[in-house]
Every structure is written in C-alpha cells, then in structure tokens.
C-alpha cells in the first residue's frame, strides 16, 4: 500500500520489508538513519523495545506505550530539528544532525476500522481483549477512554495482563476492568496476538470458557490469512466479523502523513491492499 501511495503522490520512494532479530533492533535502526531512510514501520515484536531505543517519543508513543512508527529527523543550520524528507535527497543540502522520533499509529487506527468496519459504537460496549503486547496495550489504552461499560483482559502470561489491568485503572479509575474470562456476553471481543498468523494456530482462547456465540462481534487484528481461524469459528456462531485491514490501512496511512508531509491516498492504498491480501 505503501509503494501505491508514493507512486500516487509522485514520490521516487520505496517501502521495504526486512526481518530484524530483536538482539539487532538498535543496530538496524541506526543503520536505517546511516542510509537516509526517512522513516521505518515496527512490528511484532519490536514495538515496546523501541520506547527504549528512539531519541524523542511523540506524545502518541508516550500516551500509548508502544512505539510502531519511527521518523528520522535532522537538524538544519538554524537548529530547527525537520523530517529528513525535508532535506534535498541530492546532498545540496544535509543536516547538521540526526534523531529519531517514535510515533503510535495503532491506536487512533483501532477506533477508526471498529466504526468502519463494524458500525461498532464503543461507548457503553463490554469489551473482551486477547493480548498485552504492544499492539494489544495500545488497543487496551485506547478503548480505555471510550468509555466503555467494561474491559476484560487475557494473555497468555498472566502476569502482563495483570500490569496492563494495574495502568488501566490508574489512568480511567471508573472503568472496570477485569482479567481472564468474562462472565457475561461481551459486545466485541478483540484478538491482538499473533495467534492466526498461520492457518494452523489454534484459536487464541478456549470456546469452552468463553464460547463465541457470547460475543456480538469478533475482529481480528491480523488480516493475513483474510479469514483466521478464530473469525471462521466467530461467524460460524454468529458473531459479525471484521479483519484488521482496515487498522492496518489507517494506521500505515497516518504513518506515511508523518514520513511525509502529505495526505495519504486512502483510496489507492485500500485497493492495493486488497488486490495483495484477496486478490481482487
């Protein structure tokens, strides 16, 4: 979607996919700025390592925790710091230094699909969520403040859904906030783990716990397979469904506005994402 848009926008860029050992993340990073890259995406599962690793957090990676987008900036003769974008690709001008920038797409990107996608209203919405990662602690701190009814949490590690359950609280006292299986239907339940990435996963919870007919809606954060497991399972119960292709088309174009000054071509980069993921 991302070559799709620069094309649109008349940008000789390119967006290139690397796989980076999470021992080799600062080195890549700082590599990335050696070679002017003007910015990177991260991913599973770099995002929290990352608040560590740039020079300044927006207040987007600060308020959710995760950092999913990285922008190189230099400093020009003024002192100003700038996106490196800014800067003449053909050396006639360079910058003094430069920095690195983390950014949180994820969040705002979540509400946006959920409306979208779903015609879900979360205001007063009982929310199930699978994950404590980064992406899922972006998610969980964004619906925090959609004042939601209530908020039940499960990861795998008992212990990090328990954290994530302790900040939530601390920042939306009123919400209630449960970890582990709801006892009750939910009106949406969320996967944000990696479970369904390959068609062999199994699901990312026990339909004998928490059967899926309890849930009025299922969205699934990963959009490759388009149909995961757990979204087959959900509309075989009945559940309306949604995949997380719109999150990833918002986030990417939010991310692409901050490498790049420009708006995003969100109709361009919705129809190269489907013609990728369902051939159409």
């Excluded at 003007?38 to 599973?44: E, H, I, K, P, R």
């Excluded at 920095?99 to 979208?116: H, K």
Aim: some cysteine; charged content about 20%; hydrophobic content about 45%.
């Amino acid at each position: 979607m991302h070559n799709a848009a620069f094309a649109a926008l008349g940008l000789d860029w390119r967006y290139l996919a690397f796989e980076v050992a999470p021992d080799n993340l600062r080195t890549a990073i700082l590599g990335a700025g050696a070679m002017n890259f003007c910015g990177l995406n991260l991913t599973v599962p770099h995002k929290l390592l990352a608040l560590e690793l740039v020079d300044v957090l927006d207040a987007s990676a600060s308020l959710w925790g995760a950092v999913n987008t990285i922008r190189f900036e230099g400093r020009d003769e003024e002192g100003e710091w700038r996106p490196l974008s800014d800067f003449d690709a053909a050396g006639r001008e360079r910058p003094v230094a430069w920095r690195t920038q983390g950014f949180n797409t994820d969040a705002d990107a979540i509400s946006r699909s959920l409306q979208e996608d779903l015609g879900l209203s979360l205001r007063g919405a009982r929310v199930f969520l699978l994950g404590a990662g980064g992406a899922a602690r972006a998610i969980a701190l964004k619906l925090a403040t959609e004042q939601l009814a209530g908020l039940f949490l499960l990861n795998r590690t008992r212990s990090k859904a328990d954290a994530l359950a302790r900040e939530i609280k601390l920042r939306v006292p009123a919400l209630p906030v449960g970890v582990g299986y709801p006892p009750e239907p939910v009106d949406l339940l969320i996967n944000a783990t990696s479970l369904g990435l390959d068609p062999a996963d199994p699901l990312p919870l026990e339909v004998g716990r928490f059967p899926l007919s309890r849930a009025r809606a299922c969205y699934d954060v990963v959009y490759r397979p388009a149909t995961t497991p757990l979204l087959a399972a959900a509309r075989a119960a009945g559940c309306q469904t949604a995949n997380g292709l719109g999150m990833l088309l918002h986030q990417g174009a939010k991310a692409l506005e901050i490498w790049t000054g420009k708006t995003a071509p969100l109709a361009v980069m919705r129809q190269a994402l489907e013609q990728n993921i369902y051939g159409r």
